[in-house]
């Protein structure tokens, strides 16, 4: 334990020294997220999947479409959900069992960026009012650790999303029944993309990598959406940040995640 | 929730709210320090129809051991809701908002504690929420700081917390449970403002650039306006007449 303790000491001070050399450890701009791969309809028998690469971190993402019944209170609208996990061989460290309060919040964290977008317009997914609705499972599974999954999950949904086709399904009978051949594709309104940021000591690197997320002192992840606004937004970490930092990062992550978004776009014309 | 009701007025033409505060007026708020007996440290607050009990515990020896720090002592947050505290009955486990919650909290409070004077310890805080109406993490997170800072436990700073929002195209102070429920958007903001740091910030709901920047300013300054309560509420219990 106490080896371990010390190399993380003398890693967060060398990246720390760069940092106040203007430098990252990978070499990359502060303002650089790491080279982001995105592979389309990876998991064929799912609706729609991506499988994604960020630096080393890598995700799955598959998504389910089936029928549902609506929450009691929302009979008009069709369901998202988006889950994460991290699996026992993503990490040394990750064990199997109920899951961490870390992984809790990733998976509410990217479940809300993508629902606060209003990225599927969930009114078009109602089979029967108050009887039967859609439901769109974005399920993510973390198989490579290197940092930030926040936007690794996000962006594999996002991917996955966009490429899914969703079956049709007819109120017949009191039950929904499957129309053979009538695949469409989601009703997908905007494109959100986060961006997560940490703080080391004054600096705000965007897209920490595994020793970066290791040594940060905050972080912040900002969503925006296809038209430059804000919709989603988690600070995280044990320190804060000022004012005129938070003002920042609101940039940064606007700036960054339009070049992200076109990543996402390509993958999507890609797969088509 | 709370009641969905489509007709309600969110924003009058005069710039009064649904329930008649101005757009950059906070609800009701009344803190007070202590009142728990077996507590180390605790506080009440009433915030608008929010009631909650923070009651902390420590330093004190870390069970499991294994959770023990050497270098430092840990913090530990558990925000908790009664099944009686909403509308309708909520399961009494602990649900994975609250987990998130409690986690959030606990990184909020950790920058304000002092925790390094006390390694191989852990500081406790049990939030219990007794009534919620919208807004329960900031109004907790206001009470654990009191809380803390009546158990006597070395502090930085206290973080005061309220949220800002977006109702009816407008940026406003400490949205309710109404307007968040039919409003556009929520920023729950906890911040230091001895050290000028925001340590707590999310956000649901669609904001300009402009709006954005608007919204933290907002929640700044009225964590300011609970800054100055939650000292009054520590002055009143270790200063004033009727301490206890």
Request: aromatic residues 4%; proline residues 5%; contains cysteine.
């Amino acid at each position: 334990m106490t080896s371990i303790s010390v190399i993380d000491q003398l890693k967060k001070a060398q990246i720390l020294e760069l940092l106040e050399e203007g430098k990252r450890v990978d070499g990359r701009a502060f303002d650089e997220p790491r080279k982001l791969i995105i592979e389309t309809n990876a998991i064929p028998h799912a609706n729609g999947s991506a499988r994604v690469r960020l630096g080393d971190t890598e995700v799955i993402c598959g998504v389910k479409i089936q029928p549902d019944r609506p929450f009691p209170d929302t009979g008009d609208k069709g369901l998202f959900i988006c889950t994460a996990e991290l699996l026992p061989l993503s990490h040394p460290t990750v064990e199997t069992g109920p899951p961490q309060p870390h992984v809790i919040e990733l998976a509410r964290v990217v479940d809300r960026g993508i629902r606060e977008s209003h990225m599927i317009d969930v009114s078009q997914l109602v089979i029967e009012k108050d009887k039967s609705v859609i439901g769109v499972f974005a399920d993510n599974v973390v198989v490579d650790y290197d940092g930030n999954l926040f936007d690794a999950c996000s962006y594999a949904s996002t991917a996955a999303l966009l490429t899914s086709k969703t079956p049709k399904w007819n109120w017949v009978d009191d039950k929904p029944q499957l129309v053979e051949g009538g695949e469409t594709a989601l009703p997908i309104s905007t494109i959100p993309v986060s961006v997560t940021m940490g703080r080391i000591g004054n600096h705000i690197i965007v897209d920490p990598n595994g020793d970066e997320w290791d040594s940060m002192d905050a972080r912040i992840t900002i969503t925006s959406d296809s038209n430059g606004n804000i919709c989603a937004l988690q600070k995280g970490g044990s320190d804060g940040f000022t004012q005129d930092q938070i003002n920042q990062c609101g940039e940064i992550s606007i700036r960054v995640g339009a070049k992200i978004r076109e990543i996402l776009k390509e993958s999507q014309k890609g797969s088509q | 929730m709370g009641g969905r009701n489509a007709t309600m007025v969110l924003l009058d033409e005069n710039g009064i709210r649904c329930d008649g505060r101005k757009i950059d007026e906070p609800r009701r708020i009344m803190i007070k320090a202590g009142g728990l007996k077996n507590a180390d440290g605790s506080a009440y607050i009433e915030f608008g129809n929010n009631k909650i009990l923070v009651g902390v515990f420590g330093p004190r020896d870390v069970h499991p051991k294994h959770m023990s720090n050497t270098d430092t002592g840990i913090l530990r947050v558990r925000y908790h809701m009664e099944p009686f505290s909403v509308t309708e009955r909520k399961n009494p486990a602990p649900s994975r908002r609250e987990i998130e919650i409690s986690k959030v909290i606990k990184e909020a409070l950790e920058p304000a504690v002092m925790l390094e004077k006390f390694p191989r310890t852990a500081v406790d805080v049990f939030i219990e929420v007794l009534q919620a109406d919208g807004g329960t993490r900031c109004a907790a997170l206001t009470a654990a700081s009191v809380a803390l800072a009546d158990a006597g436990i070395p502090m930085r700073d206290m973080v005061a917390s309220i949220a800002a929002g977006k109702v009816a195209d407008t940026i406003v102070l400490d949205v309710n449970n109404e307007e968040d429920q039919a409003g556009q958007a929520d920023m729950p903001i906890g911040y230091m403002p001895s050290l000028k740091k925001i340590t707590l910030l999310q956000l649901d709901g669609i904001l300009t650039p402009e709006e954005y920047k608007k919204c933290v300013d907002v929640g700044v300054q009225g964590c300011k306006i609970v800054y100055e309560l939650q000292k009054k509420a520590l002055t009143d219990k270790y200063f004033g007449k009727g301490g206890d």
